[in-house]
């Protein structure tokens, strides 16, 4: 690209980010549809829903333009961000990996997690890789694939609590925090302390990290982080007082969709402000965010306990027997939890042309009660997800573009 085309898309692009965010549109297409909305819309808290949609258009060089738009979106209102730290994590993973400079250090080298205390866990072996070892690779893709809590946990003792946050600041991320593992009843000291890790290329040591430990604290004082009424203790003794989410991960909507934006846009973003990964890292991102469970091989996931809309919450809502559009891809990543369902999704429909980003949470937990695992999923919160998103995509298969997008770059074999 010319230098001058260069600087004048950047410009633009930067222009873009700085643009009040519309409220309006999503709040009238919702209210437009009470068919299908007015029980969220009609609640007394909205189902703490708060949603980000951006329209993309491409100038004549493809490069991507961005409008967004919001309803209730809102960074100092709490929710519970569940599995979507997971895709910052991973790509700070392969961001070291490429950082260190090691000789036979790369993310298929075998990974063996040690353990400096008795609340840490060692691996030594992985049954899901083809050749049963661990590595940096095989835990991204059964992260994008079943968003696996595991695979998870690993790379953030990987990548280390301190420098996950430090690069949470670099990006700009400023209202984030990722301070903990998860489905381990990670938090305390256990939470700052990662493991000792090792990693090999055949029998040869090639890279070994020691146990880290975070001193740092990350303190965040936000609405909404005292909810409900009453929780289940470690016991499953009820406690009637609200359940305190003053120490666990905060992610915002906004810095969501832009963590992805960058991954899946990075010609739109300044050079110094894109991921420090290869070619072959976002390849790899993009395949398996976008492949469904049961297309992969190595891991494995099979019928009935898994199944193509498995992590496809917008646009499927994560329904067993939803009839899947084989011109349509979703480049994303969900997070499910304390009775909140979120899903950070690029959308793409090859055969019509069609690309838009939607990110979205709704919670439904009508007992008020935390730990009960009486939380509406099924019946309130991904039915919402499914059918914004396709009330989007429709929209935007009807939204005339000047000029259509080249989407190669996200087509792949799977």
């Known amino acids: 690209m010319k230098p001058l085309l260069f600087i004048f898309c950047m410009l633009a692009s930067m222009s873009v980010f700085s ?10 297409l919702l209210q437009s549809h009470p068919e299908l909305f007015a029980g969220i819309l009609n609640h007394p808290t909205q189902n703490e829903v708060q949603i980000l949609y951006t329209r993309i258009d491409r100038d004549e060089h493809n490069i991507p333009h961005f409008s967004s738009y919001s309803y209730r979106l809102n960074p100092h209102h709490y929710f519970y961000p569940a599995s979507t730290v997971k895709l910052p994590t991973a790509i700070f993973a392969l961001e070291k990996l490429n950082e260190l400079h090691v000789k036979g250090l790369n993310k298929s080298a075998i990974m063996i997690t040690d353990s400096s205390s008795k609340a840490q866990t060692k691996v030594t072996t992985d049954t899901s890789a083809a050749d049963g070892k661990p590595s940096i690779e095989q835990y991204i893709k059964k992260i994008l694939l079943v968003s696996d809590n595991d695979a998870y ?3 953030y003792e990987f990548v280390g609590r301190a420098e ?20 381990v009843g990670d938090g305390g000291d256990n939470a700052r302390a990662t493991n000792p890790i090792r990693f090999f290329k055949g029998d040869k040591l090639v890279y070994s990290s020691p146990a880290q430990y975070d001193v740092n604290n990350y303190p965040m004082q936000l609405e909404n982080m005292l909810q409900g009424k009453g929780y289940l203790d470690s016991k499953d003794q009820l406690v009637m007082k609200p359940f305190d989410f003053s120490d666990k991960n905060v992610y915002p909507l906004a810095e969501q969709q832009m963590v992805l934006r960058r991954l899946l846009f990075p010609e739109a973003f300044p050079k110094q402000q894109q991921y420090n990964l290869t070619k072959d890292d976002y390849k790899l991102i993009y395949h398996y965010m976008s ?12 019928q009935p306990d898994y199944y193509p809309a498995y992590c496809k919450f917008l646009f499927y809502g994560a329904d067993k027997n939803a009839a899947i559009n084989p011109d349509v891809r979703i480049f994303n990543k969900v997070g499910d939890s304390y009775g909140y369902d979120i899903d950070n999704a690029y959308v793409v429909d090859f055969k019509n042309k069609v690309e838009f980003m939607i990110s979205a ?16 999923y099924e019946t309130v919160c991904l039915p919402f997800l499914k059918n914004l998103g396709q009330l989007i995509y429709q929209y935007e298969l009807n939204r005339p573009k000047a000029i259509k997008p080249d989407l190669t770059k996200f087509k792949f074999s799977y």
């Open 361 to 376: 949470v709704v919670q439904s937990n009508e007992d008020g009660i935390y730990n009960d695992n009486k939380y509406e």
């Open 153 to 155: 946990n690993r790379l």
């Open 19 to 28: 643009q009040k965010t519309d409220t309006l549109f999503l709040k009238d």
């Open 291 to 302: 492949m469904f469970p049961t297309e992969s091989e190595h891991p494995t996931y099979k």
């Open 164 to 183: 996950i946050n430090t690069k949470l600041k670099k990006y700009e991320l400023n209202n984030t925090r990722i301070i903990g593992r998860l489905a």
